[in-house]
């Protein structure tokens, strides 16, 4: 059995990987309502306030056993809960914390949070995240500049299609000539395009079509879902991680235990495994088709902008 402080510290990180705790309620025991104060959380003492913020279900209660259980596997995985009682979960004034995790309190779905501190690598290992190393995360870069080729090929065609359109069928010469050579504006075209494509897969699903293949996901440090500003920080930091062939970028994860280059360091993200992933935060099939969408529709808007500056230069 778990001593108290065992409990907490475990509980601590599981707050924080799932938005809350979970309490449940048979139907003979006194039903408590939103708002309410507890003494006793899943039979321990509360080091802090606890007070009911929002209804929960049956599955919330499993999947937080699921949760201690991945944390705590000596422990056995507990009592099952049952369908048919009452679940609230519960927030803490302040907030319990553990060494290592990221402290947040978290109520009726918002975060409110103070000064954040970066969790430490056993922090890590108790999430279940692991980073992925350099030469696979190679590969997806391989593939992803392989479909901005594509993406390429395809803005190129939709342009001379719009081109022979508003000329009528008949396109200028001196346009055919300014747009047949690669100048400053299609190459400026080409990176912001790549940037968004990478920028807008991250945020909506976590994985672009070279991540997706190869079974990854970008997540935040904490193992939420990445964020837009994260997704910006990182693909921006992508640029000093591939000077020199990516020497920059090896030496950065080389020596980090989480596998982090230095983009991923400043936007507090980690590239780890899709089954590494906290379940909440695992995307689905259709997130990465809507990501992969409209990063191609982004790509592409930026190749054809950049051949039209071209022409008009």
Known sequence: ?????????????VFSERGGL???FSKDSTQPE??????????????????????????????????????????GRGKSGDPSATYYRVKFDPPITARGAIPAMFAAGSIFS????????????????????FWPRVLARVIDFALHYVFGFIAGLLFVFL?????????PLWVLQRISH???PEFLGGVLGALAYQVICSSISGSTLGKWVLSMQVVQDDGSPCRLKSAVIRELGYFVDALFFGVIGYAAMKDDPMQKRH????????????????PQSRQGGMRFVLGLMLGAFADIAFLILGTLIQMNS
């Open 1 to 13: 059995m778990p001593t108290e402080n065992d409990f907490w510290e475990a509980a601590a990180h």
């Open 34 to 75: 939103l708002g309410s104060t507890l003494d006793n959380i899943l039979g321990f003492r509360p080091q802090h306030q606890a007070s009911i913020v929002a209804p929960s279900d049956w599955a919330d209660w499993q999947e937080q056993v699921e949760a201690f259980y991945r944390l705590r596997p000596s422990w």
């Open 163 to 171: 081109l022979v359109l508003a000329a009528g069928g008949r396109p």
């Open 22 to 24: 979970v309490v449940g």
């Open 114 to 133: 103070s000064s954040l501190a970066l969790p430490s690598v056993s922090a890590y290992g108790e999430l279940g995240i692991q980073g992925v190393r």
């Open 263 to 278: 983009g991923d360091d400043w936007a507090d993200t980690i590239v780890c495994k899709r089954a590494d992933v906290p």
């Open 182 to 184: 690669a100048r400053v």
